[in-house]
Each structure stands twice: as structure tokens, then as C-alpha cells.
């Protein structure tokens, strides 16, 4: 949190946002609250939320933002997760050494990757809610150790906006909170000691090692601020402007505590400063770019410019050649530590040599959008580029977003960085009463294949008319438009679609969609997670569907605006997954791992995220898929959906049957060891209702012995407990992961990699560092059944085919193989129910139990699964089937490898 060192402020506060009363206590030095102190009792005094209005507070010295401090929503949010970016990148930071890249994104999270292996080392989610949470800033300190990313966050909870430091594993270990406007620009002084926050309201100059301001500045002609720079010295610059003309370029300087900005420049009238302004590496130069940008302002000539002035006097001293590129306009400017000068212009770079004087050379990049330029070498940069991807049988693929490294030697260094799923310009939704048809298509085709909600299918083909299926144009009531327009009343309209009677509208802005009729008047007003490209209206105004930024098809009630289904489609055109708001799913094979749930711990604390996948049993639920589909009501369709199985459904909330959370501590991430036994130290968090009961950990994929087995029982630990492991690993780098299990399920793991730096030739210590365990395996595969019209052609095969790929990892993965097959007709009923009982009593602690069924299935009309055996009769299937809760307690029965 932002903080004057030994001052508090007690604010009280009163009323709605529009109407708020208050007083402010300040009380000098000598106060002696700490800031843990003050943490603590925030999260163990319950007076503090219900009985008290009063709050202790950290604040800078920007005027304060007068909004009550809430605790963020618990409430589990359903969210994207592909393993990249699911919305645009906003922002990035590459450290020093070139090791590390972070990426800030409009999806709410930052992401922390290794540049030499293209790994993703770590997702950073701060607190977000449905609607506010977007990252556009992102710093990496000099020593690659700290990381800070920060954007527009729920003002309620941190006065204003927020920044988030976090360590390189990924944990938040500061926030910096009470910033006024969007946080565009954060950055680190050369000798790391201050921390620089730009937003669109003003500047924060911090002391980076105790949080304590050190200067501060909004601009004095109150003009948003559009970018911000800092130098090696600690001088600042930023550009603003004040929306009607023109824009000004600003020098300020510390003294006594405070920036003096004394120093501006202004654009021609009818251009804007481009992007934030750049300090040569000895901050004697600064560059800036400008473009047309005020249409309003008639100008002769359109063509842009780019300029260096001197520091401090603000004086032109020079402009390098800036032809030969579109507009003459230029973008991202960076200074190299050689003094090279790199400018953007679409997918074109141009270096200029030292000092910017001389012959420049350009560089043409497959891409069509430069996101970001960060000096790398005396010459050299990274570069993050944007490209249109086209690939599959059915269109564009995504906006892939590409690190290049480029100077003295260009390379393309291939990092996953955004999988959005298909642009809005391929994705075609129904208009007729068939809505629950969604179109993929290519560029210029007439028709567009259909995947089929109701069987899950791609059939069939939808005629491609923009107009009824894709609108990105305001077509309704003249009075209306003219409000959107000029932003009466509707503030940042991204899409507007009318209704062909021209009776009303329906407005996408960036966190909501509304519905207003022709006089202005709203209907009704929906929150959303991010901007709607694209919005359809089915025919009979039953239905309307927005494709949105991060890929996901939303289906909303036209009557109240109530979402009720939503569609996500992998970019290979394979993988998707289709869910309900209370997160009831069906899914591809394996598209469940492409959503999730996050939970928020506060606002110290990172959210946790848990995989939809933790929660299958009960989420897992392709009949609620399909009643909603008619119903267009999921509280109604889990009720239908239970009549049918025979059942009275109760609603679950994700929250109640959370698993535990494991964070890894200490050591860190990369660390080099030595010897064979790592020392990890782990806080385990769980629900209060539903203790930790055992820990298990794996090593380069294997079962590692803690202690004499590999389940390691623990003492129930009912909230959050730090345990320390003494992990053994083989003589090599190794891969660690930690499983944590409660009443709920088996944790999402906590990773760990080791780089081993000892003698490769060691001995184990006490023998085996891991121990191999035995696999036991019951095989069973019927493609003979009693009943000739049950045949399978090769479920016997898979079961053979499956046994035999096992026996050859005897000696390797596992110390032995042992199998029990059954073929055919020797897989009756009470074969399989006594080969379930063989494995039962067959593994041990040390051992793996593995279950393979091929052969058909069942679910009864009470909603039972039923493994069908040889003798499988349908017309008794409770006498002659295998009942799933069998199966099931049979493997719970077993130590199982999670």
C-alpha cells in the first residue's frame, strides 16, 4: 500500500459515490502503526467491516478518492484460461539480462515467461471483479526480482486505483493503492531505488524499498495524461492533452519532495504527442512523436514528425528523418544503451544510429502492429509484435502476439503469449430462430460452416451476411444515435445494434451491455467481463448474443438481459467448452482445462484459481447443457434436468467444495541446488470446513518417498499451516510438484523447478532418492458381447494394445508390471467386480493401481452410470451392469498417485 512514512489517515465515510460525506484524521509522526500491524487487524477484527465505518487507511498525497474500502467479492468468477492472453496485451517489461518477460493484458492477469525456453513461469492475478481488473503497466526491477503491474481496478476496494508488486514465484507482496486515473506507465530508476507510477490523473515517485512517497504531480491544467517517461537521473516527462486541439509535452524534475513541472512544449494544432516520450540512456535527449490525430482542425499538411529536445531546457535541438514510412508517423520510441534510437510504424522498425543522426535502417516485421520496443543491447531490442494468424479448415486462427529479437542478429522467439480463441470477424451468429448455430468463417467466403450447440457438432453451413449476423454499426433512431455519438448519457459505446423497427438498442461499452428504447430511457443494464464486438439478435427478439474480446460467445434473454449460456472455441478448432453462469459445463476432450474458476483473497493477497476440471463430478453436467438450451433459464434447466435423472438437484456453489491451495515459499523458482535432499517450504490454505489431510509430491513425474511412503499424513490443518518437505531428487534439474488433498479433492499443484549444480555422479542417499513404484493394472475390453448386437470392433484390442504399451515401462517408470486382462467373454460381471477387488487389495503406499475399461456404458433413468460387461443385459442392467459408485469406490479405496 502507498504510505507517508509515520502517517495514518482515519477517514470516515458516508453515502452513495455521487454523494459522499466524510472528515480526515491525520496523525503526525510518532504514531508508530506499522503496516503489518495494521494488516493484521484489518483481517482479524470483524469490527472493522460490520460495526464500524471508520478505516485506517495508507494514502498518498493526491486528493484522496472519496469511496468506501470494501474487502473484494470472494465470490468465485468463471474465467478463460489457455495457457496465454485471452484479450489484447496492454503492456510489458523485460528485465535487464534479458531472462524474464512479463505481459500485462485486458484479461486481468499478468504473465511472467522465460524468454530462452518460451516457458510460462508464472500467471499473476491481482484482485479483480467481473467488470474492473484490466492491466495496461508493467515494471521489471533491475535485479529481475520484483515484479509491479497495475491498470484499472475496482475503485471501491483501493480509493482509486492500484499497483501490484509481486516476487518472481508469483506471490503479491505489496500493493500500492489510492492512484487516480488508469495506470499507463511504471518503471523503475536505474539504480532501482525509486519506483515511477504514471496514470491518467498523475505521477507517484516512490522509495521503492520502504513505499514512502517521495514526489508527486498531477497536471496543473487538469489535461489527461497520455504517456510518461522517466531517466536514468530521475527526471520525468509526460505528454497530455486536453481532448479539443492539441497536446503538450511536459519536463518535470524532483525538488524538495515534489516535481516541479515547470517546462512544456505544445503540438501543432490538430496533432497529439504519440506515445510516451523517451529519455536518451544519459537523459540529456528527449524524443517525442507527433501525429494527426484532431480531425476537427483543418491542416494542410497531415504528415507526422518526430523531435528531440534537450533536458533541462525543453529546446528542439534536432528531428531525424522520418520518411518512407506511412503518414511519417511513428509510435513506441526506445533509446538503446548505445544511444540508438528505435521507432515504430505499423509493422516497420527503424533504427537510427547514435545520437539519431545519420543513416537509418528499416526493418519489416511479418506483423501488423508494433506493441512494444525494449532496448536490449547497444543497438538491439525485443520487440512485441501483432500479427493476424490464419490457419484450421474453418478461418482465422487469433491475433498472435510474436517476441523478436532483433540489432546485430534478428531472431523470432516464439512465445504463446495470446490464444483469444477466433476473432469476432470469423465468428457468425444466427439471426433466425436456429440462434443456437454459431458460424466460423474465413475472410471473403459467402458461408460459414456451423457448430451445432444442441449436438455439439460442426454441420451444416450459415449464410455470411454481415448485417444480420455481425454488426459493428449503429443503424436505430436518429435522436438516439446522436446521444450515443456525442456521448450524452452513454459513456464509451463500443457497438451499438438496433432493432429493425427501430424501437430500441442494444449498447455494448466496455463492462456492460444495455438495452434502450428509441427515447433514451434503459430498459435494463447487464454487467460483463469486457467489450462485445459483435451482437446478434435472434428472430421473435427471444435472444441475443455477443462475441466479446476474449473470445467467449455470451448468450443473453432479451426480455431482462440475463445471461444464460456461453461458448468457447479453441484457436486449433478442437477443443471447446460450453457453460452455464453457476458454471454447469460440457466440453470437447479437453476443453475443460480452458476455463476456471478465480477466487479473490482479499486485497494484500493474489487471487487463487481452481480449474474447472477440480470440480467435474458436480459441475460436469452435459443434460443441464441441454435443458437450458430450450429453457433459457439455468435454474430451471438444473431442475429439469433433475426430474429426469430421478433426482431432487441441489445447487452447489463452487465456494462451498473448494480444494486446498499450495504455495511454494521457499527456495526459489530456478534455484540451484547441490545436494539430493531439497528442503521446500510450502503454506498450505484450505477452507475452514475441510482440512488438509495428506501431501503428495512428484519428481520429474514420479511418486517421490517423503518419509516411509509416498502419501505423506499430516495433522489436520483447518485454514492455512506452513510445512517444510525435504524433497528428494536425482542428480540432474528437476521438476517438483506438490499435491495438498481435502474432503473436496486433490489441489492444483504447486510447480517447482531445481537446476542441479552438484557432482552428477553422487550417490542416492539411504539408498533410492525415489523410490520406483509397482504398477498394477486391471485391463478389460469387450468387443465380443453375449448379445451380437452389443459388438465392438476393437475395445479388445485397446485393452491388449494398452497392457503391453505398460509392461515395457517395467524397469523404467515402475520397478514391475503386473496385469490382470480380461478379454471378451471373460470379462463378465463378476470377473470385472473381482478384478476391482484384486486391485483393491493389490496396492500399497508405494504402488500405482491403474483401472482401463473399453466397452460400452450406460446411464439408467435414475441417472447411474453402468459399465457394461460380456453378459450385459438391458433389460436388467442394476443386476447385470457394473455400477459407477462400485468403480469409484474401488480407486478411492486405493493410495492413489494424484
Request: hydrophobic share 40%; aromatic share 10%.
Amino acid at each position: 500500500m502507498g504510505f507517508k512514512e509515520g502517517y495514518v489517515d482515519l477517514a470516515f465515510f458516508h453515502g452513495r459515490r455521487s454523494k459522499q460525506h466524510g472528515c480526515i484524521l491525520t496523525l503526525g509522526p510518532g504514531v508508530g502503526i506499522s503496516m503489518s500491524f495494521l494488516l493484521k487487524w484489518r483481517a482479524k477484527s470483524s469490527l472493522s467491516r460490520s460495526l464500524m465505518s471508520a478505516q485506517m487507511l495508507f494514502t498518498f498525497a493526491l486528493p484522496l478518492v472519496w469511496a468506501q474500502q470494501n474487502e473484494p467479492d470472494s465470490s468465485p468468477i468463471l474465467r478463460i484460461e489457455t495457457g496465454g492472453h485471452v484479450d489484447a496485451v496492454s503492456g510489458s517489461a523485460i528485465d535487464p539480462a534479458g531472462s524474464w518477460l512479463v505481459t500485462t493484458s485486458q484479461d486481468k492477469t499478468a504473465r511472467l515467461w522465460e524468454i530462452a525456453s518460451g516457458r510460462l513461469l508464472a500467471v499473476l492475478r491481482p484482485p479483480s471483479s467481473i467488470t474492473a481488473g484490466a492491466l495496461y503497466a508493467a515494471a521489471i526491477s533491475n535485479d529481475g526480482e520484483s515484479i509491479v503491474v497495475g491498470g484499472e481496478t475496482d475503485e471501491r476496494w483501493f480509493g482509486g486505483n492500484a499497483a501490484f508488486v509481486f516476487n518472481r514465484q508469483g506471490h503479491l507482496i505489496r500493493v500500492v493503492d489510492g492512484i487516480r486515473g488508469r495506470i499507463i506507465r511504471i518503471a523503475f530508476t536505474q539504480d532501482n531505488r525509486m519506483l515511477v507510477i504514471g496514470s491518467r490523473g498523475g505521477i507517484k515517485i516512490l522509495d521503492f524499498g520502504n513505499s514512502t512517497q517521495i514526489a508527486s504531480v498531477s497536471d496543473k491544467a487538469s489535461r489527461q495524461i497520455t504517456g510518461v517517461s522517466i531517466s536514468a537521473a530521475g527526471d520525468v516527462a509526460y505528454t497530455a492533452f486536453d481532448g479539443r486541439s492539441s497536446s503538450v509535452l511536459v519536463l518535470c524534475q524532483i525538488q524538495s519532495r515534489r516535481l516541479s513541472c515547470d517546462r512544456e512544449v505544445a503540438s501543432r494544432s490538430g496533432f497529439t504527442f504519440a506515445w510516451p516520450p523517451e529519455f536518451s540512456v544519459g537523459g540529456s535527449t528527449l524524443s517525442v512523436a507527433e501525429r494527426y490525430y484532431f480531425s476537427s482542425v483543418t491542416v494542410s499538411d497531415k504528415s507526422g514528425s518526430l523531435y528531440f529536445y534537450s533536458v533541462p531546457d525543453l529546446k528542439q535541438v534536432g528531428s531525424p528523418v522520418v520518411e518512407g514510412v506511412h503518414d511519417n508517423e511513428f509510435y513506441h520510441l526506445a533509446w538503446t544503451s548505445g544511444d540508438c534510437l528505435i521507432g515504430s510504424n505499423n509493422g516497420n522498425l527503424r533504427f537510427w544510429p547514435p545520437a539519431g543522426q545519420g543513416t537509418y535502417h528499416d526493418v519489416l516485421l511479418p506483423a501488423s502492429v508494433i506493441d512494444a520496443i525494449h532496448p536490449s543491447g547497444p543497438c538491439d531490442a525485443y520487440v512485441l509484435a501483432s500479427s493476424l494468424s490464419y490457419g484450421g479448415p474453418y478461418g482465422p486462427s487469433t491475433r498472435d502476439v510474436s517476441l523478436y529479437r532483433l540489432g546485430s542478429r534478428s531472431v523470432a522467439v516464439g512465445l504463446p503469449l495470446v490464444q483469444v480463441g477466433l476473432p469476432a470477424s470469423s465468428i457468425y451468429l444466427s439471426a433466425l430462430s436456429d440462434w443456437w448455430r454459431v458460424g466460423i468463417a474465413s475472410p471473403g467466403r459467402s458461408v460459414a460452416p456451423a457448430f451445432n450447440l444442441r449436438n455439439r457438432t460442426i454441420e451444416g453451413e450459415l449464410q455470411v451476411r454481415s448485417r444480420s449476423y455481425h454488426s459493428t454499426t449503429y443503424a436505430g433512431p436518429e435522436s438516439l444515435g446522436r446521444q450515443l455519438r456525442e456521448g450524452q448519457n452513454f459513456d464509451d459505446v463500443i457497438n451499438a445494434l438496433a432493432l429493425e423497427d427501430r424501437s430500441a438498442v442494444i449498447v455494448s461499452h466496455d463492462n456492460n451491455l444495455q438495452f434502450v428504447r428509441s427515447d433514451g430511457t434503459v430498459k435494463w443494464s447487464v454487467p460483463v467481463p469486457n467489450m462485445a464486438f459483435s451482437l446478434t439478435v435472434s428472430s421473435g427478439h427471444k435472444v441475443f448474443a455477443g462475441r466479446f474480446s476474449d473470445g467467449v460467445v455470451r448468450w443473453y434473454r432479451f426480455s431482462d438481459g440475463k445471461e444464460f449460456l456461453a461458448f468457447f472455441l479453441h484457436p486449433d478448432q478442437k477443443r471447446w467448452v460450453l457453460w452455464t453462469p453457476a458454471g454447469y459445463y460440457d466440453a470437447s476432450p479437453g476443453g475443460e482445462t480452458l476455463i476456471g474458476w478465480q477466487v479473490n483473497q482479499g486485497k494484500s493477497r493474489a487471487a487463487d484459481f481452481f480449474p474447472v476440471s477440480r470440480f467435474r463430478e458436480i459441475f460436469n453436467r452435459p443434460d443441464v447443457i441441454d435443458q437450458v438450451l430450450d429453457s433459457l433459464d439455468e435454474r430451471e434447466a438444473v431442475v429439469r434436468a433433475g426430474e429426469r435423472r430421478g433426482r431432487r438437484n441441489q445447487q452447489v456453489s463452487v465456494g462451498e467444495v473448494l480444494p486446498p491451495v499450495v504455495d511454494i515459499i521457499s527456495p526459489a523458482q530456478d534455484s540451484a541446488v547441490s545436494t539430493q535432499i531439497v528442503p521446500v517450504k510450502v503454506l498450505l490454505r484450505t477452507p475452514g470446513d475441510a482440512s488438509v489431510t495428506s501431501v503428495r509430491v512428484r519428481v520429474n513425474g514420479q511418486a517421490a518417498v517423503l518419509g516411509d511412503a509416498r502419501d505423506l499424513r499430516v495433522e489436520p490443518i483447518r485454514s492455512a499451516d506452513v510445512l517444510e518437505l525435504k524433497v528428494p531428487i536425482p542428480p540432474e534439474d528437476s521438476d517438483i510438484l506438490i499435491f495438498a488433498e481435502n474432503k473436496n479433492g486433490v489441489s492444483v499443484p504447486g510447480a517447482l523447478s531445481v537446476r542441479w549444480r552438484g557432482n552428477r555422479l553422487s550417490a542416492p542417499p539411504n539408498g533410492e532418492v525415489l523410490a520406483k513404484p509397482k504398477l498394477y493394472l486391471l485391463a478389460v475390453g469387450i468387443s465380443e458381447y453375449q448379445n451380437p448386437e452389443y459388438r465392438l470392433n476393437l475395445a479388445a484390442k485397446d485393452a491388449r494394445d494398452f497392457a503391453a504399451a505398460l509392461a515395457l515401462q517395467r524397469g523404467k517408470l515402475y520397478r514391475d508390471v503386473e496385469a490382470k486382462i480380461l478379454i471378451d467373454r471373460a470379462a463378465s460381471r463378476d470377473a470385472v467386480v473381482d478384478g476391482l477387488e484384486w486391485l483393491q487389495k493389490q496396492v500399497t503406499g508405494r504402488d500405482v493401481g491403474m483401472l482401463f475399461l473399453a466397452g460400452h456404458g450406460i446411464n439408467s433413468t435414475d441417472g447411474l452410470y453402468y459399465f457394461a460387461p460380456a453378459n450385459f443385459d438391458l433389460n436388467a442392467i442394476k443386476r447385470t451392469g457394473v455400477v459407477f459408485t462400485e468403480i469409484k469406490e474401488t480407486l478411492s479405496g486405493l493410495t492413489l498417485l494424484s
